[in-house]
Structure formats: C-alpha cells, structure tokens
C-alpha cells in the first residue's frame, strides 16, 4: 500500500507561487515544522518545569494567566477562552493544581452558576519560584551563541503574526 504521507516533508520541492512569482516554500511543510518546534519547546519546559516543581509547561500557563488577570482570579470559562481550551479542559487542568493547593475554585457571589479559579497565596508564591525556572529554561533554549537578538526580535514578530501571544495580551 502507498504511503500517504512521506517521512520527513519536502522541503526542497516548492509550491507554485502566484502567475509571474517565484515558487514559494510548501506552506504544510512550514505547519509541520512549527509543530515540531513547538513539541520540543513544551517537552524542554516541561522538563525543566516539572523536576523541580511538580507541574508541566501547561499548569504553568494556566497559573500565569491567573497571577496576571484582576485579583489573581478568572472566570473558568473565561479561562478556557484565554488558553483556547474547552471548559472541560480547564476543569480536568485545574483539577490537580486544587488538590495540591495552588489554586481554589470560588463561587460568584451573585451567580452561583458562575465559576472562578483563583491563584491561593501559596499557589503565588510558587509561582514565582517556577518563573525563576521558566526564565532559565527560556535563556537556554534562546542561547546567545545560537540566536542573536535579530534572529529573536523576527521570531517573536512572526509568531504574534500567527497569533501566538504572551499571556495577558489579546493578539489583534
């Protein structure tokens, strides 16, 4: 049977660009490769996130939407939004984070309907020893001798193109 997919994309066989333009990279090898990209960035955080700490690059996201959002708490749903996950996901993702004490599911006042997840006292200060972690493992990934301050201004243009954005920032 035919493979459908070939192992590693082709690179070197261009798309046909626009009538009277050069051709232009494949635009799923690009997808593929910033998947690849992404996947070895998550499993460096989490690896080093997850020693020392206890938690993966994901917790880490979640807790440091929380730190940055008005009283250290949010919505849940407004939470999902914010992560691009379902509500079931932050549910199942917070989850372990409450148990061990780093964050409280509160109820609204008004709306018992309503659901917040709030970073615990304890759940900050963790936080700030995991940001110290986080910032090393990130200074690593984007040595000096490896990326240069150009290479990484270009990088984050590109990336907040495609809408990848800091936490607590809309892309827009």
């Known amino acids: 049977m035919e493979e459908l997919m070939p192992e590693e994309p082709m690179a070197e066989e261009p798309t046909t660009g626009q009538a009277g333009t050069a051709p232009g990279p494949d635009p799923l090898d690009i997808a593929l490769r910033l998947v690849r990209a992404q996947t070895a960035v998550v499993k460096r955080f989490d690896a080093g996130l997850g020693g020392p700490h206890g938690v993966s690059l994901s917790d880490f996201t979640m807790l440091l939407h929380l730190a940055q959002a008005p009283g250290g708490r949010m919505r849940r749903v407004d939470l999902a939004e914010a992560l691009g996950l379902t509500a079931s996901g932050v549910t199942r993702g917070l989850a372990p984070l ?7 599911r509160e109820a609204a006042a008004r709306d018992a309907r309503v659901a917040y997840a709030a970073l615990t006292p304890v759940g900050r200060e963790r936080l700030a020893e995991m940001l110290h972690t986080a910032r090393q493992v990130a200074a690593e990934h984007f040595a000096a001798e490896q ?6 201004t270009r990088l984050s243009v590109l990336l907040a193109r495609l809408g990848g954005t800091a936490p607590g920032r809309r892309s827009g």
């Open 98 to 104: 409450e148990r061990i004490g780093l964050v409280a």
């Open 147 to 152: 990326w240069n301050t150009e290479d990484l």
